[in-house]
């Protein structure tokens, strides 16, 4: 059973970066199409970025250009790159498969975004 842990959130002004990551543990990291997803409160669970095993991305309109998904294959680490943030981008932010079937959700990551 892989096992996913995300890090790197906190509190950061309007304008400002932050890098998170998502740690797999287990099997069948490299070969899946990864994606990160956000939830803000008293909204629903959205993907933000996808990235396959080869490298191709792609980005919810919404963070498309301020958003960089890449990965590590061999570490088993996914990575997102956020720059330019928003007020709107707050969330708690998670990383799974882009698929229908899912591992086990982890804990995710507070991002919060200060204007």
């Known amino acids: 059973q892989v096992q996913l842990m995300e890090s790197g959130g906190g509190l950061v002004d309007a304008g400002g970066s932050l890098r998170l990551s998502c740690a797999a543990s287990?099997?069948?990291?490299?070969?899946?199409?990864m994606g990160w997803y956000r939830q803000a409160p008293g909204k629903q669970r959205e993907l933000v970025a996808t990235i396959t095993s080869g490298g191709s991305t792609t980005y919810a309109d919404s963070v498309k250009g301020r958003f960089t998904v890449s990965r590590d294959n061999g570490k088993k680490t996914m990575y997102l790159q956020m720059s330019s943030l928003k007020v709107e981008d707050t969330a708690v932010y998670y990383c799974?498969?882009?698929?229908?079937?899912?591992?086990?959700w982890g804990q995710g990551t507070q991002v919060t975004v200060s204007s």
């Open positions: 287990g099997r069948i990291f490299s070969i899946d199409v």
């Open positions: 799974n498969r882009a698929s229908p079937v899912k591992y086990m």
